[in-house]
């Protein structure tokens, strides 16, 4: 992902409305790590945010002669993303809604100590990390749509109230109280039960069997542990609005960043390459 000013995002824009290709290509490298990560957090799953994210990506080609540098251009992928993604009904979660309290009954109730071996000679420190970062992400599920949508623009990417509330269709005020409110429920929950950022008893290293079991993990799949981090700030730079809403972001270091997988930009190359785009270049 690279750094753009917005003057240099809106002269990449008329040149990709134009019909230069490189310019598009441009564009896309941009924006496509921060729609994955905003993608991953909203739906829970490696496999479902992949999906989203070309939806996505196809959805901003096919819609960007319609923007007018009224915003960021960042701004402008952030509401195409969040309006996806708050009507998004394909993904896992949407078929099977979590709770706060499903989640902590699951912690305080799961018969752990019951499930065989199903490590598969897969390094339990290794495993351990990966339910840890699978766990804390799908915990965001437990959210209603738009108070995840809140918690994530907020929380993950920083974005600053003024802007939010454009995305989002509300006040300022109205998203800054709203956030404080979901991230003190998110917090008071992981102090409670995890053991990994709160002072909860819920240890990944014990639940690694009964995870795998209840297929929450795969240790022949590791989707979190095999994926490229990229360092926070780098999604940041993408956009300058950032503020501090409260002293909670500590209790939320499980927001790693990370980038896109490969068989996005395949994707989007293969679209890219097709008589498709040749059809919306000419439109």
Known sequence: MSKKT??????????ATAGDKKALETLITCVQDMVFNLSLRML??????????QDILLKMITHLSSFRGDSLFTTWVFSIAA?????????????????????????????????????????KDILAEE?????????????????RCIFILGTMFKIDSRIAGDILGMTPEAYRKRLSRIRKKMADFLGQYCG????????????????????RINPLQLDYMTATKIPVQTIMDVKNAMEDIDDLSQDF???????SPERIKDLIQEFLDSTQ????KKS
Do not use: W
């Open 6 to 15: 917005n003057e240099e995002m809106q002269v990449l824009v008329e040149k």
């Open 44 to 53: 829970g799953t490696f496999a479902d945010a992949e999906d989203a994210t």
């Open 83 to 123: 309006n996806h993604l708050k009507n998004y009904k394909k993904h896992m979660f949407a078929r099977y809604p979590l709770s706060f309290e499903y989640y902590g009954d699951d912690i305080e109730n799961g018969k752990i100590q019951d499930v065989p071996d199903l490590t598969q000679n897969v390094e």
């Open 131 to 147: 339910l840890k970062m699978s766990c804390t992400n799908v915990m965001l599920q437990c959210l209603d749509t738009e108070s």
């Open 196 to 215: 990994e950022y709160g002072g909860g008893r819920c240890k990944c290293k014990d639940r690694l069997n009964y995870a795998i079991q209840n297929h």
């Open 253 to 259: 270091s499980f927001c790693e960043t990370y980038q």
């Open 277 to 280: 785009f040749s059809i919306i």
